[in-house]
């Protein structure tokens, strides 16, 4: 399912602390995004629209809870970045990383852990 980048900082937010009012995501969202009530409201109406989240009544209100994992949107959203960009292949990524200088020491050594871990898996 297609989230938005401002419903994913919605989901952010219910991901760290579920459930949570529609007052305590406008809370947790406002120091950052400068979001009023009525954005945060649209957002997480298209959110219960998309099914990405579960709304409970509570008393006079609702409980927010995400129902998307967190897990499976990075999954969703590296998959779509690597089919994208670099037609699906990962060996390109680190390329383009590696020539811009973007890769420190310390990715490098985690890189080639990796890389041991998937051969001792392979072999």
Do not use: C
Not at 14 to 22: G, I, K, N
Not at 43 to 59: C, F, S, V
């Amino acid at each position: 399912m297609p989230i938005s980048d401002a419903e994913a900082q919605v989901m952010q937010v219910l991901w760290d602390h579920h459930p949570r009012s529609a007052d305590e995501v406008v809370a947790a969202l406002a120091p950052g995004t400068g979001w009023a009530e009525p954005t945060v409201k649209t957002l997480l109406n298209r959110l219960l629209n998309k099914g990405a989240i579960a709304a409970t009544r509570d008393g006079r209100r609702y409980q927010y809870s995400p129902v998307l994992a967190r897990e499976a949107w990075v999954s969703q959203q590296s998959e779509g970045l690597l089919q994208r960009l670099f037609g699906g292949r990962v060996a390109p990524l680190v390329a383009h990383f590696s020539e811009r200088g973007r890769l420190s020491e310390a990715d490098v050594a985690e890189l080639r852990k990796l890389l041991e871990e998937i051969d001792d898996d392979a072999g």
